[in-house]
């Protein structure tokens, strides 16, 4: 489950991520008696009915867990009992908004998910869910997920309350997939996953196959030769269309029959121009058995893409609050109410245009999540002021102040102010580095993470968890939702 009983906290990284829920239970509350004018001060403790809310939740079996909850938690106790005692009261009232925290309702959709006929999936390198999300969307269930970096782990596990949070595994894909079949209990219809290719990638001019970056691609290949899904779809960067023929080659091995080919996410009404190489498969018993080609499903794909809308950077930086970056160094963690918060008020409720109304699947949210500028000294701030829409770091107007301008050669986009007026460049996990690439084309700030969350086609109730420059890391290495979703309808038109 999301929360582990205090007592089992051993893991220095598992008290940091509870810590961090904590947090953002009472901020949730906080922000939530603020937006209906409810003094958070006058709220009463009801310790018995506490206690309940944290049996529910998954933290303590019974009140001598308190003393332990406390000593962890600290300045955040106090509060967190109001909190509770709160919700306790308003839950109906409020629409359950603490709900995903909860053990007991992630048990009861947990239920719902095992008694379901809809087709499954296995997200391998699953990262904060992007990917699943798309074909959550087109109404699939996740069997089990995996990725080995805990921030996304605990975004993914979240976010997918459906799915026990054991069956989020946390660790190396190789002995992951040495006994994936411990972990397989039913057919599985679909394996997705963008295993990491890091030297494969355009900035990158060695690419070879064998390379110990690339290797991971062949675990995704062991996974399905183990568990032998119907379909398989897989996710890479462009340049690995160069040894592309050699992994079709390793899947034909063991009995699949797999077609490639890049597509680009602004065709799949994503905010964004997003080229990725595409894996599209099919086991050959189940291609013989309901005459499916990969041909035929690109075919189809094809099709869908046909009436698709295109959007452009302006639609998804639409109805969210204007910010400027923050004043001092190292305060990313640190709320504010001009340079943004982890959570904040939706001041635009209901003011949703197309596209956002598109990735949040017409929902109304009281709540942002991850809408935080980050700080830029003097002299960025002036360069992202002076920059025009499609300028970059060889501009003429900002040659004099350029840091860089010595390396113009090498990295000419190091600094790049967006065009509003067209599909977003591409998010990339370079921006937890320092975001000059990503210049925001009307304010002297570059994106913010829910917005780069927005480009990327999340829905704005998806919570990031982890560290503020980690979550641009989780973003970036995302499929956009809406790009799987169209490969999840697809395939399920196949499926019965």
């Known amino acids: 489950m999301i929360f582990k009983n205090v007592r089992d906290l051993i893991d220095k990284n598992e008290k940091k991520f509870f810590i961090e829920k904590i947090n953002i239970i009472n901020e949730l509350v906080k922000k939530y008696c603020v937006l209906y004018n409810i003094r958070y001060e006058d709220i009463i403790v009801d310790k018995e009915k506490v206690l309940s809310e944290l049996s529910m939740i998954g933290i303590l079996k019974d009140a001598s867990d308190l003393v332990l909850l406390n000593k962890l938690i600290k300045t955040e106790y106090n509060d967190l009992l109001k909190s509770l005692s709160f919700y306790n009261q308003n839950k109906k009232k409020s629409n359950h908004f603490l709900k995903k925290f909860y053990n007991s309702y992630r048990k009861k959709k947990q239920l719902e998910r095992k008694q379901s006929n809809k087709p499954k999936i296995i997200d391998l390198f699953c990262g904060a869910g992007g990917f699943s999300w798309g074909f959550v969307r087109e109404g699939y269930q996740i069997d089990l997920a995996n990725d080995i970096e805990p921030a996304t782990i605990e975004t993914y596990k979240y976010n997918h309350p459906s799915l026990e949070s054991d069956r989020v595994l946390s660790g190396d894909i190789k002995e992951i997939v040495n006994h994936i079949e411990d972990y397989i209990k039913t057919d599985i219809d679909v394996i997705i996953g963008g295993p990491p290719c890091q030297s494969f990638s355009s900035a990158n001019q060695q690419r070879v196959i064998d ?101 452009v950077l302006k639609d998804a930086l639409e109805n969210i609050k204007p910010l400027e970056c923050p004043e001092m160094k190292n305060t990313t963690e640190i709320d504010c109410e001009l340079s943004g918060k982890k959570i904040d008020f939706n001041r635009y409720k209901n003011k949703s245009n197309e596209y956002i109304n598109l990735i949040n699947g017409n929902r109304e949210f009281d709540f942002v999540f991850n809408h935080k500028a980050r ?17 970059d770091s060889t501009c003429d107007s900002i040659s004099e102040i350029m840091p860089y301008s010595h390396r113009n050669h090498i990295f000419k986009d190091k600094y ?39 480009v990327q086609s999340f829905p704005d109730d998806y919570l990031f968890m982890g560290a503020y420059l980690k979550t641009y890391m989780q973003i970036g290495n995302a499929v956009p939702p809406l790009m799987g979703q169209v490969f999840a309808k697809v395939y399920k038109n196949y499926l019965n």
Do not use: W
């Open 416 to 454: 790049f102010k967006l065009i509003e007026n067209a599909p977003c460049r591409t998010i990339t996990a370079h921006m937890k580095m320092d975001c000059h690439s990503h210049i925001h084309p009307t304010q002297v700030r570059s994106l913010t993470p829910r917005e780069a969350a927005r």
């Open 211 to 311: 390379d110990p970056r690339n290797i991971l691609y062949k675990y995704y290949v062991k996974a399905v030769e183990k568990v032998r899904p119907k379909f398989i779809l897989m996710e890479n960067v462009r340049g690995m269309i160069k040894v592309a023929d050699q992994v079709v080659t390793d899947f034909k091995h063991i009995g699949y029959d797999v077609k490639y080919k890049l597509y680009d996410s602004s065709a799949f009404s994503v905010a964004q121009k997003r080229v990725r190489l595409i894996y599209v498969g099919v086991s050959e018993e189940y291609s013989e058995e309901k005459n499916i080609t990969p041909e035929m499903l690109m075919k189809d794909i094809e099709e869908e893409l046909k009436d698709k809308k295109t959007f």
């Open 375 to 391: 700080y830029q000294n003097e002299n960025n701030k002036k360069i992202y002021a002076t920059l025009k829409q499609g300028s």
